[in-house]
């Protein structure tokens, strides 16, 4: 009986850990330049907040280096767009970089918001291989 309560706790355990990792967003290959892109999301993204994080995963190591350069606003059904100010990069291993940013809306009304894609420029030619995450509350 010990056996078996430990065993249920080590994968109770194993599968909250697991669960830490932002949802898929979009799938790639993502092509990124100078000219804005549009990225539709798996499925459509509830705003908690006006906090936003964006991993993006590279395949190439080196593309990571280049994060910085990304330019990211969410666009609602409906076209309506907030644009994410960058706050902070949080480098999660050699080729996956997460942003962390805000929208211009900080008040109240930023959660409830459902967005449906995600338009993307980059100062410099990058190619994701994915991106991860959403709304932080």
């Not at 790639?28 to 000219?35: F, H, K, N, Q, T």
């Not at 644009?83 to 050699?94: C, F, K, N, W």
């Amino acid at each position: 009986m010990l056996r078996a309560a430990t065993v249920f706790l080590t994968a109770l355990i194993g599968s909250v850990t697991g669960c830490g990792r932002a949802p898929i967003l979009a799938s790639g290959p993502i092509d990124l330049s100078e000219r804005p892109t549009t990225v539709r999301f798996v499925q459509p993204m509830l705003s908690y907040g006006p906090t936003w994080e964006f991993c993006f995963e590279f395949d190439l190591p080196g593309g990571s280096h280049q994060a910085a350069t990304i330019h990211a606003t969410l666009v609602t059904p409906s076209g309506s767009r907030a644009q994410i100010h960058t706050q902070a990069l949080d480098r999660r291993g050699e080729s996956t970089v997460c942003q962390i940013g805000q929208t211009a809306t900080v008040q109240p009304e930023a959660a409830g918001v459902v967005y449906e894609s995600l338009e993307l420029y980059s100062d410099v030619a990058l190619r994701l291989r994915g991106i991860r995450g959403g709304s932080r509350s």
